[in-house]
């Protein structure tokens, strides 16, 4: 589509620029709205959580939260296993989802329809009721837990409330976001490329790894990257799933502690608002390196096409 | 049988052009969707068992427990304000959001650029911490502080987090329409902006308003974080009463099965909506993935 980038390119107006207002009023105007709703919202509340993680439970400049985020033991293991447990869902994510999304791309029109309608319920299957699917399959007395034992007669040795039980909750809901995310990248290997390949008396795995692997590799970086933030910010499936003292800690489910629950000490609520601006560069960091990889990405699809 | 299909047999011109395509795609395939459907059987078995004791399978159905959830005043009560806050959310971001985009594509580029940038803007920020920190804002000024846990701040979280979801689909759109020359010949027909929006641009992009609105339905929907930080018990969503039913040890599981079940029928009719009206487009939902150009495949 042309007309994606020629609006773009058109700075002034030519006929609606006679108005009887100011120029810069009709220019704005529009996005005042927006910008009050939003931007407000969004950047008053991450300025607000910033300056909250510097104060005392009274007001005042200390960098007290910070060190007791990071000093106090059990916080510290939680930042480890939030930053751990969002690495190995992003890497399964990309190991088993690029050929995911290679496979889908390949499909006729009409099963990338039907696979993409799945990806999206699945994608949108959040928060609570996620949880409660969960536990209704891998809980003690869940499905499949109960089928195994019947039919194999064995207990099923995974624990859906352990590190590798949440690893399982959140790749059900990412993956299906990470496929989602790489399927427009796939236009990016040309068929052609894979004859050429043939020609030169190449095989797959030649082909995969000089030819299709380095020209997917920064979408597949890219994937990563947002699987990363996109799980590490996650808090409804965990504080559903584990409830408010589970054993295994989060970043956000102490952040939850602190908020509903009288632990943490007088300054709990400054606590959560370092925790909160501790996420808030996890994710900052991943959407920066998101954009880079983004303008490259482009670069190559445009080459592509 | 056309004359070109017997010189070229179909099949042969597929295996040329194609991509290598192990025989194993469809064993992945089968295994990832068995996976993806395990849970949601489990759940739809769970809402539908009497009783189920140590055995693969419950001992028998009923649709009891759907019945009585179905009737219970508070889960009524919760799904109602869910619908009306997700609704409510998806007026005001398409009222706040449509005419500066709008306005991008025909009159002020730079618009577009700050609302791209602010779309990125709850994913920097985990939900949960947006919720704590609007609460925060609100508590700082005695203006605001009666807002504190109020619906309205709850319906504002809402808004600034779900309106990436119509942002995206329908700046495609705007971008696919070709918004600016349909701009230029309704001006010169002697229309004014807000009649060109309404008759002229409006129906031209309703494949993702359509697409935007329901996304932006979805997420608000199933929102916990904000409801639980702003409002908590308060102002009950569907979301959080199934997680207080889910803690609730002498609850009522089947009814939380039930709601976990409608939740996903819900997720289910709005992914149908999406993908009917975008007949197999790869939609563009997904932050920054800047939609046109990567929609060129």
Known sequence: MPAAESPLARQRPGPSGRRRLPTWVGDWLPVVPFVAFVGVLLAGSALWLVRSSFSGPDGGWTVQPWRDVFGIRLNRSAIITSVELSAVVATVCALVGTPLAWFVAALARRGRTAAQALLNVVSNFGGASLAIAMITTLGSVGFLRLLVQDWVGRDLPLDLFSFWGLVVTYTYFTLPLYVLLLLPAMGAVRPEWWEAVQVASGTRWDFWRRVGGPVLSPFVLAGWVLSFAWSIGQFSVPFALLGETPSTQLITIRLGNFLFSATGGSNRFNRAAALGVLLMVFAGVALTTYRMLAARMLKRLGAAA | ?297
């Open chain 2, 1 to 297: 049988m056309t004359a070109d299909s017997v010189l070229v047999r179909p099949a042969e011109r597929v295996e040329r052009r194609s991509l290598p395509r192990p025989a194993g795609r469809w064993l992945l395939f089968a295994a990832w969707g068995a996976l993806i459907a395990l849970p949601m059987v489990a759940t739809v078995l769970y809402s539908l068992a009497t009783v189920w004791r140590n055995k693969a399978f419950p001992d028998g159905y009923t649709l009891r427990w759907w019945a009585d959830t179905l009737r219970e005043p508070r889960v009524v009560d919760a799904l109602v304000r869910s619908v009306a806050l997700a609704v409510a959310t998806v007026a005001i971001v398409a009222t706040i959001t449509l005419p500066p985009l709008y306005w991008a594509y025909v009159r002020n580029p730079r618009l577009r650029t700050i609302m791209q940038v602010s779309a990125l803007l709850p994913f920097a920020l985990p939900f949960v911490v947006l919720a704590y920190g609007m609460k925060n804002l609100a508590q700082s000024t005695g203006a605001t502080r009666p807002l504190e846990a109020s619906f309205l701040l709850l319906l504002a979280g809402h808004v600034a987090l779900s309106f990436p979801f119509f942002l995206w689909p329908v700046d495609s759109a705007l971008a696919a329409a070709g918004v600016r020359q349909l701009h230029e010949a309704a001006e010169t027909a002697g229309a004014g902006p807000v009649t060109t929006l309404f008759r002229v641009v409006l129906p031209n992009i309703r494949t993702g308003l359509l697409t935007g609105s329901m996304l932006c339905f979805a997420t608000s929907f199933g929102e916990y974080s904000i409801a639980k930080v702003i409002t908590g018990s308060s102002f009950e969503t569907l979301p959080v009463w199934q997680v207080a039913a889910l803690a609730d040890t002498r609850g009522n599981p089947n009814g939380v099965a039930v709601m976990a079940v409608f939740t996903f029928l819900v997720m289910f009719a709005v992914s149908t909506v999406i993908a009917v009206a975008g007949r197999g487009e790869v939609a563009s939902i997904v932050p920054g993935a800047t939609g046109p150009a990567l929609r060129r495949r």
